[in-house]
């Protein structure tokens, strides 16, 4: 388990959680961003997850009460399941998740006394206050989830990308050769990522932010605005989901 600084200057800070999950588990990361006593938690993961991740958040002087968001990007999993708990334990907190998979969160034990805490993000996406700045939801839909939302921080110039830009198996947190890490990109990418189209939707949207820092929720992430471009020219030709489906691949067994 590692604990990674990705930003800390005048009562701002995000914090990268690393190799929290069980090994035979999809590798996630767990982000949070901090503002002048107030935190926003991104994507917590699984009931594995949870406790460690708690006792992780003790160790850099966040208390749960300081927790004013949890970020749900999105429906899966090992973003989600735990936020029964979370709730439970983060007695402040509010929950955003896309508006069109809030309903499915009682399928993952949500209690109903905690469903007020709940916020549903709409598809044009949304601005929130967290300590004395503002973040930025993005809308990322069909990226992997139909609804799917990411998180821009513009004070460290972080973009929290979620499954977009995920690798899987790298050995390393922080990529430096961009050409060597594709191989570690490109599968997921061909199959999880819904079309070329909406790439370039994304693409056209997220060019006018200033990024220094993407932050997918799974493998390595990427610094400085050269291997972004780099990365983002990547994905722009890349094709992925329907754009390679032929008829081959719809027959009857």
């Known amino acids: 388990m590692a604990i990674r600084v990705i930003y800390e200057k005048e009562g701002h800070k995000v ?20 503002d002048n006593g107030e935190a926003m938690l991104l994507d917590p993961g699984g009931h594995k997850v949870y406790s460690k991740l708690i006792s992780d958040l003790s160790k850099v002087g966040c208390n749960l009460v300081n927790i004013k968001y949890i970020f749900l990007s999105h429906q899966d999993p090992d973003i989600v399941a735990s936020i029964n708990g979370w709730l439970m334990v983060a007695k402040n907190a509010k929950a955003l998740i896309p508006q069109i998979w809030l ?17 549903g993000i709409e598809d044009k996406g ?35 990308s979620g499954d977009l830009f995920a690798s899987l198996n790298q050995p390393y947190m922080e990529v430096e050769n961009f050409d060597e890490h594709i191989s570690y990109m490109e599968a997921f990418h ?32 990427f610094r400085g605005k050269e291997l972004i471009e780099k990365l983002f020219n990547w994905l722009e030709s890349l094709p992925c989901g329907v754009d390679l489906l032929t008829q081959e691949d719809y027959q009857i067994p």
């Open 15 to 34: 914090i990268m959680f690393e190799e929290l999950t069980p090994a035979s588990a999809v590798e996630a990361n767990q982000f949070l961003i901090w």
């Open 103 to 119: 309903r499915f969160l009682p399928h993952f034990g949500l209690e109903s006394s905690f469903e007020e805490r709940v916020e």
């Open 126 to 160: 949304m601005r929130v206050k967290l300590g004395q700045e503002e973040l930025i939801i993005l809308p990322a839909h069909f990226l992997h989830s139909p609804g799917n939302f990411q998180v821009y921080d513009p004070v460290s110039k972080t973009l929290f």
């Open 190 to 221: 061909r199959r999880y990522i819904a079309s070329s189209k909406v790439i370039k939707l994304y693409l056209n949207m997220v060019r006018k932010l200033d990024i220094e820092v993407v932050a997918p929720q799974h493998g390595a992430i």
